[in-house]
């Protein structure tokens, strides 16, 4: 979605429901949490292995990385912790700026979030 950066507004559509529309900025900015990207050895083992960890809020894969949210700032260094005793070699976890992209996972993540909690 690179190309959304370039675009005065975009729409953020799922399932034909609208769940923005914006200046790729301005959604941006209303992704607040703070978000990670992580590295490391064995990738996809990483991503199972963080997908299933309480202290994470959510977690999907971003090119080489994984980008992270941790359901409370503490929680980076349970999860570190974590995953050096569970074998995981050579873990990065560096801080970095949401894209679109992650705006998008994060409003279809509410979404859904939402959608759930009405049945």
Known sequence: MDE?????????IQEGKILDIDSPQEINKKFTDPLWAVKGD????LLVQLSGMKEIKSCFPFGQKHHVVFRQEEDKRKVEKKLTESGFENIVFEQTEAGIEDSFMALMKKTQEDIRHKF
């Open 4 to 12: 959304a950066s370039l675009c005065d507004r975009v729409a953020l």
């Open 42 to 45: 064995h990738m996809y083992q």
